[in-house]
Every structure is written in C-alpha cells, then in structure tokens.
Nanobody, 121 residues
C-alpha cells in the first residue's frame, strides 16, 4: 500500500506563488509517472501536469509557462511550483502516482487526499 500526502496549499493573492509537495510512502514500491490534477467547485477534476521518472514533463495549456512540475526520486516526492496565480487556479489540487506494485510490472494508480489552493485578493 502506498500513501500520498500533499502539502503547501493555502490562500494567495492573484499574481502570487505557491509550491505544492506530495510525498509517497510505503514499502517496496517504485513509481513511474507522477502528476497533479485539480478540481474546482462544481467542475470535473482536470489534469494539470505530469512528470515521468526520467524527468519528461507535460502541462495543460492553462498552466503552461506558469507552473513547473519536478520530482525527487530519492525522496519519492513530486513538486508543483505555481507562479502568476489567477483566480481560476482556485481548486483542490490532487497528487497522482502510477506505482509498480510487483515484479511483473503491474501498476496501480494512487491519489492523495488533496490540498486547497485559493487565489483571491
């Protein structure tokens, strides 16, 4: 079993910055891709960014050039540096990890509990 714990959310003014972290814990696992999703009130959960184990990144158009995803494989941690935040970035942000669960290469997708990001003056 793998647990993902996010941190770093909060209230920030428009134009401000926040850094989210997500640490994975458990026993005997290896992580493929890690990513961030978000869900605003009354909306579907949407993909924000993904990073592979090798460091290849992809971003949703809405956050490209403003957000940076990174990871520390030794710490099983993924980060999301958010800059030039807008009111429309307000959402609960969820961490996601694609975890290899056995020697056959089978994977399981895990989610964190979410952290609230509110952008408001």
């Amino acid at each position: 079993q793998v647990q993902l714990v996010e941190s770093g959310g909060g209230l920030v003014q428009p134009g401000g910055s926040l850094r989210l972290s997500c640490a994975a814990s458990g026993r005997g696992f290896s992580i493929n891709a890690m990513g961030w999703y978000r869900q605003a009130p009354g909306k579907e959960r949407e993909w924000v960014a993904t990073i592979t184990r090798g460091g290849t990144t992809n971003y949703a158009d809405s956050v490209k050039d403003r957000f940076i995803i990174s990871r520390d494989n030794a710490k099983n941690t993924v980060y999301l540096q958010m800059t030039t935040l807008k009111a429309e970035d307000t959402a609960v942000y969820y961490c996601n990890a694609d975890v290899i669960i056995n020697k056959y290469g089978n994977t399981h997708n895990y989610w964190g509990q979410g952290t609230q990001v509110t952008v408001s003056s």
